[in-house]
């Protein structure tokens, strides 16, 4: 009988592992030494060594509570962009990637091309000429300036696509379609339970995406009524290094730099076991 060999195990790709591991992580260890120091323990020690009490609660105390708590309008302005923007896009690209991977239509060929293109193009590169159209349009300054670019998901649209075609069988439309259900009833009622594991991933990918935008924000929005977090801290940062107010809110902006990570840790955290069945489908499908 035939036995099978254990694979061997290299000691240079478990070092590199290891180091590319420690490389990712010391950052945020960084960050959550530093945000339990209270602001003397920040200047006074070093980065990683603890600060002499642990300050971590009456630093985010004072982060909701700094300048009249708009701290918790940047917090609810992100998450009304991402959840809005994430959802959205996602049935967005579900909607396009089925009806590129399942429906026959003119000009199809050229829209996969053009897609494709612009996956190629970063973000950074459009922020000017859509803050161009806004501006004619008069909407920015507006939560609709950040929220309509968010709507639109290359990235999303081509990995729904791959996923609708192998995921989505054809003769279940078909069969969909012959009882009477519209197009749109069969994507609905059909197609889109079994895109649920791409789905996820895509709005995983559009959650941290949103959550992170920066550029965009800053140059569409100019009332910090309606700044998200990214912008918000930043503001504060510059705040904190201007002189003569440097040494008072550095361990603020550090917590509330804290607080900004655990939504993103949350929302990996619920949503990875319908990512890794998507994964597993995906191999077993391959």
Not at 8 to 27: D, E, H, I, M, R
Request: aromatic share 14%; glycine share 8%.
């Amino acid at each position: 009988m035939p036995t099978v060999d254990n694979p061997k195990k290299s000691v240079t790709l478990t070092a590199v592992t290891w180091l590319f591991a420690l490389y990712c992580l010391l950052p945020l260890v960084w960050l959550v030494v530093n945000a339990t120091k209270s602001q003397a323990d920040f200047v006074s020690t070093f980065g990683l060594a603890p600060g002499g009490r642990f300050a971590l609660w009456d630093n985010i105390t004072a982060v909701f509570g700094y300048q009249d708590g708009i701290f918790v309008r940047w917090l609810l302005n992100t998450v009304l962009y991402v959840v809005v923007g994430a959802v959205v896009s996602t049935f967005l690209a579900a909607l396009g990637g089925y009806a590129l991977a399942k429906l026959h239509f003119r000009g199809k060929r050229l829209l996969l091309f053009v897609i494709l293109g612009s996956i190629a193009v970063p973000g950074i590169a459009l922020a000017i000429p859509q803050f161009l159209l806004f501006a004619k349009l008069g909407l920015t300054n507006t939560p609709w300036a950040v929220l309509v670019p968010s709507f639109v998901n290359p990235f999303g649209l081509y990995l729904m696509w791959v996923f609708a075609a192998e995921a989505v069988p054809t003769d279940l439309l078909e069969a969909a379609k012959v009882d009477g259900a519209g197009e749109f009833r069969t994507f609905v009622r059909i197609a889109l339970p079994m895109l649920a594991p791409a789905s996820v991933t895509v709005l995983l990918f559009s959650f941290v995406s949103i959550w992170n935008n920066y550029f965009l924000p800053l140059i569409m929005l100019k009332d910090p009524a309606w700044y998200p977090l990214t912008i918000g801290l930043n503001e504060w940062n510059k705040l904190g290094s201007t002189a003569g107010t440097g040494a008072l809110i550095q361990n603020l902006v550090i917590a509330a730099a804290l607080l900004t990570i655990v939504p993103l840790i949350i929302a990996f955290l619920s949503l990875q076991r319908y990512w890794q069945s998507g994964v597993a489908l995906g191999a077993v499908k391959g």
